[in-house]
């Protein structure tokens, strides 16, 4: 992991827990005078506490050590408001029906924050089809049948590009991965599409509403 859990952060879950020093000392089987030292940061708890303490605080080993009590506040499953998490070292691209804790290539994963975007249909008039392939992360799309035709005005170079493009509905995501030196666009099945995406490596995440 790429942190430890600090003194602060234990002091933190266990008071929220309406907890005493002595309480949690004596549900992991050690002394309060431990629990006190962590807490003041004269001392770390053993790895081999990880596990029972963040059983005791009530989160999971993750959150333990991340410092933050996470709940999924979608619990009526809707996917239209679903998070995406994007590892900086690998890639992986993780979605979920709300947020989570999610740990790729040793790191804790922030969600990702989308910034609007315009869409642009493909029968838009030419002066504001030339005004949309000035803006980067402008996402354009056209019906194809039952398909929506995306594509996103951006470079797609080695070192600046688009990841991927998803298009989410209300019962699931539809995602392609893209590559550099490649096309930003992809194909989508329009049933009950909610809001587009795309992911730039350099800027992060953009939406557009249907």
Not at 36 to 55: C, Q, R, V, Y
Not at 166 to 192: C, H, I, M, N
Request: aromatic share 8%; hydrophobic share 40%.
């Amino acid at each position: 992991m790429n942190k430890y859990v600090t003194g602060a952060v234990i002091r933190k879950l266990r008071e929220n827990k309406k907890m005493t020093q002595e309480e949690l000392a004596d549900i992991i089987h050690v002394s309060s005078k431990a629990v006190s030292k962590w807490e003041t940061g004269n001392g770390f708890p053993d790895i081999s506490l990880l596990e029972p303490l963040a059983e005791a605080l009530g989160i999971s080993v993750i959150e333990l050590l991340s410092g933050e009590d996470i709940r999924n506040g979608n619990r009526a499953f809707n996917m239209a408001k679903c998070v995406f998490y994007v590892c900086p070292i690998c890639g992986n691209v993780v979605t979920a029906s709300g947020e989570a804790v999610v740990s790729c290539c040793g790191i804790t994963l922030p969600p990702q924050e989308a910034e609007q975007a315009d869409v642009v249909p493909a029968d838009a008039s030419q002066t504001i089809q030339k005004e949309a392939a000035d803006v980067e992360h402008m996402i354009k799309m056209e019906i194809v049948e039952d398909e929506y035709y995306v594509t996103v005005e951006h470079s797609m170079t080695k070192d600046h590009y688009i990841s991927f493009v998803a298009a989410v509905s209300d019962f699931g995501v539809q995602l392609v991965k893209l590559y550099p030196e490649g096309s930003a666009e992809a194909r989508f099945k329009t049933d009950r599409v909610k809001r587009l995406y795309a992911y730039c490596n350099c800027h992060g995440l953009f939406r557009a509403s249907r």
